[in-house]
């Protein structure tokens, strides 16, 4: 009874008038994209929706006659006359808090059959950058939890580092790491990444990783695999660094991983030349990098008086056979606030994450470190090119002064230290602890091959006979006591690896 | 550029041509277009360009008025020249579907208005 008068009273409230929608009719649908007659008022970059089929396209193009239209779904069912009508928004994606833990796709639904996703709070996909006095100089450190970062090329929050390398050596690895690392970080940014044209399978690997170790309450994944439309290739960034900029503009810090950008960039250079809009060099269309900046200039530290918060990003560019030379690594290079740059024969060489110190640079730099980071790294990066020159010195001598000998031997040292495995980010103060026991030389005598076990054994040492040391090297302070206990224990740890050589 | 575009391109022409002009520079127009694709070797397309065009007309100059059962003369009548009036001289053609269940739509190439039994009730459902 309760439902019929429900109801009742809802037919009594509805006006029921005439409507009158703006429509158009499908000309023509090609690779993804619709041509369609009609749609006089039709803005650009507004929603269009498909009647028959229940479903939507993002419009593009628009010329005298016709309309371009980027299908939002394979676009299955639809056909020449069909009925395309206006919808008069523009294209928005669910953001809040309930999306933490989360799988969705560029649109919003969810991917991970854990129900419907309820946050009543939308955006637009396109928005403005804050300008130049929203924004402050970047000083909050955001730590990767990878030694050779960290110490070499540190980020910041609120940085764009772009990380550049050919595939299969190691850039999703040293993402993952960056978001698990986060768990244990104060004032922990809300990750998001952006899985761009990727197999599902490895997204799949990577979602099941996060969960694992426990990182996936605090980070949304954002999903367009290789095998949807280019238009969610397209969108997926977007609509990631939006979900990024719901959290920045509270307050609070937001990291988002763009992996990969090449991808959406030839996404975007099909859909161009389907639109049939001018080729430029390598075919792709003359906005590519305005495709990029756009997305990029999004992230950034936002004054006190816009709330403080950040938006810190790591968009990833596959390069083909190392060539940083080619045309979208330098359009991103250009755009971003540093790049790290991992090089394949260093990776084949064991030295992983294989991070080219020469060609890797944050344009941040020590603003972004910690001051007991800054100390202990502070000539590390020089150290390592002489190391390097002088090692190449030395394969065409064997007569060297004790001098040289032993800055290579020292050099070896460091260059071991930095290797790290996969899915083992350290904590800065454990990274610290490590940077310093190398610069200082408390490892000179130990074999090359015991270095890892070394850092193993020094942070238990820590842990378990001076704990004080890590709260103290958290905050960021590196006084003498402090250094002289690091000191101690690097010491005995030595001494005990050694005499267990002999 | 493939034929079906080529096709469009000058059934497109000429309907822009023909826009405004009286019957004899439309059969001038005509005329002209089916030279042109003689000296080209292409009169073979002609009919096709001609289908083309009359869609174009179709869709672009004519107006559909969707009823749900058949109406007196006298109403359509009615109806026809208010449509007209409103939507600059085009012309409209009557077509009954029985789905509607009652009310009307109207569909030229950019507007559909929406006035049947079936689009309320769909609305309704939309509410509840």
Redesign the interface.
């Known amino acids: 009874m309760e439902r019929v008068e429900d109801f009742k009273k809802k037919l009594e409230e509805l006006k029921l008038k005439p409507k009158i929608e703006e429509i158009g009719e499908i000309l023509e649908i090609k690779d993804g994209i619709v041509k369609a007659s009609g749609l006089e008022g039709v803005e650009n970059f507004e929603i269009v929706e498909f009647e028959s089929r229940n479903s939507f396209g993002l419009v593009l193009n628009l010329e005298e006659s016709e309309t371009g239209i980027a299908l939002l779904d394979r676009g299955e069912g639809l056909k020449e006359g069909d009925m395309v009508k206006r919808t008069k928004k523009t294209l928005t994606v669910p953001v809040g808090e309930k999306l933490l833990g989360r799988v969705i796709d560029p649109l919003g639904r969810p991917l991970d059959e854990k129900g419907e996703i309820k946050t009543g709070e939308f955006l637009p996909i396109e928005r403005t950058s804050p300008s130049v006095f929203e924004r402050e100089p970047v000083r909050e450190p955001l730590h990767t939890g990878i030694l050779a970062i960290d110490a070499l090329t540190p980020i910041g929050r609120g940085q764009r580092e772009l990380i550049l390398g050919d595939r299969g050596i190691g850039k999703t690895a040293l993402i993952i790491d960056t978001i698990l690392n986060q768990k244990t970080e104060k004032k922990r940014p809300v990750c998001v990444y952006v899985a761009c044209g990727q197999k599902k399978s490895k997204i799949k690997r990577l979602i099941n990783t996060l969960e694992k170790k426990g990182a996936l309450d605090y980070t949304i994944v954002v999903c367009a695999s290789a095998d949807d439309p280019a238009s969610f290739l397209y969108l997926a960034p977007f609509a990631g660094v939006t979900i990024g900029e719901y959290f920045r503009d509270k307050g609070e810090n937001a990291l988002v991983i763009f992996d990969d950008l090449t991808k959406q960039s030839w996404a975007w250079r099909e859909i161009s030349l389907v639109l049939r809009r001018p080729p430029g060099r390598e075919a792709y269309p003359g906005d590519i990098f305005y495709l990029h900046s756009r997305l990029l200039e999004r992230a950034g530290k936002l004054s006190k008086e816009k709330g403080g918060g950040s938006l810190t990003a790591l968009p990833i560019i596959e390069t083909q056979a190392g060539d940083i030379s080619g045309y979208i690594p330098t359009n991103v290079i250009s755009i971003c606030d540093g790049q790290i740059f991992l090089d394949s024969p260093l990776f084949y060489k064991g030295q992983r994450p294989a991070i080219d110190i020469g060609k890797s640079v944050s344009r941040v730099g020590s603003q972004a470190q910690l001051p007991a980071m800054k100390k202990v790294a502070a000539t590390l990066k020089l150290d390592l090119a002489q190391f390097q020159e002088l090692e190449r010195f030395s394969e065409f001598t064997e007569e060297l002064d004790s001098q040289t000998k032993k800055t290579i031997e020292r050099g070896k040292i460091m260059r071991e230290i930095l290797k790290q495995g996969d899915l083992c980010p350290l904590p800065i103060e454990k990274e610290i602890v490590i940077i310093f026991s190398g610069t200082k030389g408390l490892l000179d005598e130990v074999d090359l091959k015991k270095i890892q076990s070394f850092k193993e054994e020094l942070i238990e040492e820590i842990e378990r006979t001076m704990p004080e040391v890590f709260v103290k090297l958290k905050e960021g302070v590196l006084d003498s006591e402090t250094e002289a206990k690091i000191e101690k224990a690097a010491l005995k740890v030595k001494g005990r690896l050694i005499s267990s050589d002999k | 550029m493939n034929t079906k575009k080529y096709i469009s391109n000058l059934a497109?022409a000429l309907f822009l041509a023909q826009e405004g002009k009286k019957e004899e520079e439309k059969n001038k127009l005509a005329e002209n277009l089916r030279r042109i694709l003689k000296e080209r070797k292409k009169e073979y397309l002609l009919p096709k360009v001609i289908e083309k065009f009359e869609e174009m007309i179709s869709?672009?100059q004519r107006i559909k008025l969707f009823l749900a059962k058949d109406q007196k003369s006298d109403l359509i009548k009615k109806i026809k020249s208010f449509l007209s009036e409103k939507f600059k001289g085009k012309e409209v053609d009557i077509i009954i579907d029985q789905n509607l269940i009652g009310g009307f739509r109207v569909?030229t190439?950019?507007?559909?208005?929406?006035?049947s039994v079936k689009?309320?009730l769909n609305?309704?459902k939309t509410?509840?």
């Open positions: 497109e869709r672009r569909k190439e950019n507007v559909l208005i929406k006035a689009d309320f609305e309704f509410c509840l």
